[in-house]
């Protein structure tokens, strides 16, 4: 194999593709990126066995080959290269790289050594705007599980209906939904659960301007656009029923302004328990008042303005959720929904005459009060 190509060529490979190189692994190879030398250009691909990252970036090639080198050092080493050209090369399993007066050579290993990536053909699949791609994965995979005792709720659970895409994902305290329009797919109504990792490449990966082709083949689910490819295999299971856990009866409402919201949270759980996390609101006509008492620590108060329809409530929280779902439903006003204060509260985006409203919906469990 020999090429020559652009040191800022080079450092975009590497870095699309090191990412899914594992910091830890009992296999050597997976620590290595395979580089394909072709009439096309260079393909780089890493993988962890669960997501896979290949990238095709420009090159002069001479000579067609195939080998896997270590990733992580040609990244270090590339980024410190001065911005001329590189000349790549191999003899038998080591990878040769010249940039002005620098010259290296690494140990790598065969290429058929290499995981072998998953055959999906997006041809077979449907098309998804970047940007909407971008914005359900932005507003929903936070709110997966880490815990492995459930492991569907490890994953994002992505809806295709005929004419919109939907993700959700909870951990049983807090869920996030969101729904948009998209084009009809030759694969209705088809739900996968997708780890939150691939979603992440993708989401580093591609641009809201891009036009994303993705397919399922059998386990696999293969996301492609301008010659950048994620794979990942997906999770086993059949998600949990979300619709039943969200309230539909609220009759407590109150909108108010996120990042006051968000800064009175942030006081008071400063002194709330460590293991809880617990915070009071007491919701009224105009205001919300803030409490806390951790006996072993002591207390807080505080008091923000907010438009109130209904019933008087007291309602516990675990700050860190609140906090989480308040920091991604990104709109400056929010819209609380309540029922009682042992049901599950809902947080949506409140947008304004200008802004194209969201089909977005946060809910939070409450906490038990103990006076």
Same mark, same amino acid.
């Given at each position: 194999?020999?090429?020559? #190509?652009?040191?800022?060529?080079?450092?975009?490979?590497?870095?699309?593709?090191?990412?899914?190189?594992?910091?830890?692994?009992?296999?050597?190879?997976?620590?290595?990126?395979?580089?394909?030398?072709?009439?096309?250009?260079?393909?780089?691909?890493?993988?962890?066995?669960?997501?896979?990252?290949?990238?095709?970036?420009?090159?002069? $090639?001479?000579?067609?080959?195939?080998?896997? @080198?270590?990733?992580?050092?040609?990244? *270090?080493?590339?980024?410190?290269?001065?911005?001329?050209?590189?000349?790549?090369?191999?003899?038998?399993?080591?990878?040769?790289?010249?940039?002005?007066?620098?010259?290296?050579? !690494?140990?790598?290993? &065969?290429?058929?050594?290499?995981?072998?990536?998953?055959?999906?053909?997006?041809?077979?699949?449907?098309?998804?705007?970047? @940007?909407?791609?971008?914005?359900? #994965?932005?507003?929903?995979?936070?709110?997966?599980?880490?815990?492995?005792?459930?492991?569907?709720?490890?994953?994002?659970?992505?809806?295709?209906?005929?004419?919109?895409?939907?993700?959700?994902?909870?951990?049983?305290?807090?869920?996030?939904?969101?729904?948009? &329009?998209?084009?009809?797919?030759?694969?209705?109504?088809?739900?996968? #659960?997708?780890?939150?990792?691939?979603?992440?490449?993708?989401?580093?990966?591609?641009?809201?301007?891009?036009?994303?082709?993705?397919?399922?083949?059998?386990?696999? !689910?293969?996301?492609?656009?301008?010659?950048?490819? $994620?794979?990942?295999?997906?999770?086993?299971?059949?998600?949990?029923?979300?619709?039943?856990?969200?309230?539909?009866?609220?009759?407590?409402?109150?909108?108010?302004?996120?990042?006051?919201?968000?800064?009175?949270?942030?006081?008071?759980?400063?002194?709330?328990?460590?293991?809880?996390?617990?915070?009071?609101?007491?919701?009224?006509?105009?205001?919300?008042?803030?409490? $806390? !008492?951790?006996?072993? !620590?002591?207390?807080?108060?505080?008091?923000?303005?907010?438009?109130?329809?209904?019933?008087?409530?007291?309602?516990?929280?675990?700050?860190?959720?609140?906090?989480?779902?308040?920091?991604?439903?990104?709109?400056? *006003?929010?819209?609380?929904?309540?029922? @009682?204060?042992?049901?599950?509260?809902?947080?949506?985006?409140?947008?304004?005459?200008?802004?194209?409203?969201?089909?977005?919906?946060?809910?939070?469990?409450?906490?038990?009060?103990?006076?």
């Amino acid at each position: 194999m020999k090429f020559s #190509i652009t040191r800022q060529n080079l450092h975009q490979g590497l870095n699309a593709v090191s990412a899914s190189i594992p910091a830890k692994t009992t296999l050597p190879v997976l620590s290595n990126i395979l580089f394909e030398a072709g009439a096309d250009g260079v393909r780089m691909s890493g993988t962890d066995l669960d997501v896979a990252v290949r990238i095709r970036v420009a090159a002069d $090639v001479e000579q067609e080959g195939r080998l896997t @080198a270590p990733g992580k050092k040609l990244q *270090e080493i590339t980024r410190e290269l001065p911005d001329q050209p590189v000349e790549v090369a191999t003899r038998g399993d080591q990878i040769e790289l010249r940039c002005g007066r620098a010259h290296f050579k !690494l140990n790598g290993l &065969p290429a058929d050594d290499f995981p072998t990536l998953p055959e999906v053909s997006v041809e077979e699949g449907w098309t998804a705007e970047g @940007a909407q791609l971008l914005s359900l #994965i932005q507003h929903t995979a936070f709110a997966v599980s880490t815990e492995e005792s459930r492991p569907v709720l490890n994953g994002v659970l992505w809806e295709l209906r005929d004419g919109e895409m939907r993700m959700v994902a909870t951990n049983g305290h807090r869920l996030a939904k969101m729904t948009i &329009p998209a084009e009809s797919s030759p694969q209705t109504t088809t739900q996968l #659960i997708v780890p939150p990792n691939a979603l992440q490449q993708v989401k580093r990966l591609f641009d809201a301007a891009d036009a994303v082709r993705i397919a399922r083949e059998g386990n696999h !689910l293969g996301f492609v656009s301008n010659g950048t490819e $994620v794979y990942t295999r997906l999770i086993e299971g059949t998600y949990p029923n979300y619709e039943q856990v969200i309230p539909k009866d609220n009759d407590k409402f109150a909108t108010v302004q996120r990042k006051p919201l968000e800064s009175a949270v942030r006081r008071v759980a400063a002194v709330a328990s460590d293991q809880t996390h617990r915070i009071r609101l007491q919701f009224s006509e105009g205001k919300v008042q803030f409490n $806390v !008492l951790t006996p072993d !620590l002591g207390e807080a108060h505080d008091e923000i303005e907010v438009s109130f329809s209904g019933e008087p409530i007291t309602i516990g929280f675990n700050a860190n959720y609140l906090l989480e779902v308040l920091r991604y439903v990104g709109t400056e *006003e929010v819209k609380l929904g309540f029922k @009682a204060p042992e049901r599950a509260a809902t947080v949506e985006p409140v947008t304004g005459p200008d802004e194209e409203a969201l089909d977005y919906l946060c809910l939070v469990m409450p906490l038990r009060l103990v006076d």
